[in-house]
């Protein structure tokens, strides 16, 4: 798989290509048929109709030092570097209006097939922190459309160094302060895209535009304390940061600004422990101005 941001949207460029690490893919473009619904003709039906033309599907990443800050620039917009020489630092920030459209071309050598989706945007990333397990996340995309080769369009995509990071590098905190008790946890991101269906000879899309987006996520907790219970029954807000950090230097910092709780079901159902899950969402919070966070440190000098 190599990746690409476009300068026009859906206009794939020249060269610039990275190569991704990814687990699994959906990507691909589908046109569907539609019956005919004439008369007239017997009982044997007329040939269908193409219908239009839908290009998305969600690709599984690692989270990792480098070449997940791509997949962040997609969901948040081009973050704000700073550092004089490495390791250097990308804030993303959430609240963009505008954001970056990508090439995507994923290559089997072998039939040959190579596939290049351009205009893709990203609609929804998710992932998961737990005790154990390997640690992936799924970005949804919304493509404007698929071109198939015999040979690549990508050229020679350019390589990063894999340093992925695992549960074991996480570590959850609420106002500044470790969060104890969880069992896990999950981070939705949503751009909730808008597709502009216009009338096209090709059938494709004009374009996808961000509307309201959505952060939102689940925390499941080992009932020992009433803290999360009584913010939530106050209605309160929390900044909550999820955090990985390599013993090599790199980290993923996601904070989340303003994160409210809902009022859980405490259900004891047998002999074991009692567990809460509480399903939160976050708003923009009014100091920061902005929903979210993310900063990420490594040695890739620009996104």
């Not at 304390?225 to 909550?240: K, S």
């Not at 989340?256 to 074991?272: F, K, T």
Request: charged share 15%; hydrophobic share 40%.
């Amino acid at each position: 798989m190599a990746l690409a941001f476009e300068t026009t949207y859906g206009t794939p460029p020249a060269s610039g290509f990275t190569k991704m690490p990814f687990a699994s893919t959906s990507l691909g473009a589908e046109q569907p048929l539609l019956n005919s619904e004439l008369l007239g003709y017997g009982r044997d039906p007329l040939a269908p109709i193409k219908d239009a033309v839908t290009a998305d599907g969600d690709v599984v990443v690692p989270l990792d030092a480098e070449a997940f800050g791509f997949w962040l620039k997609a969901a948040f917009g081009a973050p704000t570097t700073t550092g004089a020489e490495a390791p250097y630092t990308h804030e993303f920030q959430s609240g963009s209006w505008t954001l970056p459209s990508m090439s995507i071309e994923t290559g089997m050598p072998e039939v040959p097939r190579y596939a290049m989706y351009s205009g893709c945007v990203l609609d929804q990333i998710t992932w998961q922190m737990q005790r154990s397990g390997l640690l992936t996340a799924t970005a949804r995309l919304v493509a404007q459309g698929e071109t198939v080769g015999t040979t690549t369009s990508a050229g020679t995509p350019a390589a990063l160094e894999l340093k992925r990071f695992g549960h074991f590098n996480g570590a959850i905190t609420r106002n500044g302060t470790a969060l104890g008790n969880v069992v896990s946890a999950e981070i939705t991101y949503a751009n909730n895209l808008d597709r502009i269906e216009t009338i096209r000879s090709d059938g494709r899309i004009d374009g996808a535009d961000p509307s309201i987006a959505a952060l939102t996520g689940r925390i499941e907790v080992r009932f020992a304390d009433q803290t999360l219970v009584t913010q939530a029954i106050n209605g309160e807000a929390c900044e909550m940061e999820f955090a990985y950090v390599l013993p090599s230097g790199e980290s993923l910092t996601f904070t989340v600004h303003a994160v409210y709780l809902p009022r859980p079901r405490i259900e004891i159902s047998g002999p074991q422990g009692v567990q809460a899950t509480f399903d939160w969402q976050a708003a923009r919070d009014s100091t920061v101005g902005r929903m979210c966070t993310a900063t990420l440190v490594n040695d890739v000098e620009t996104y």
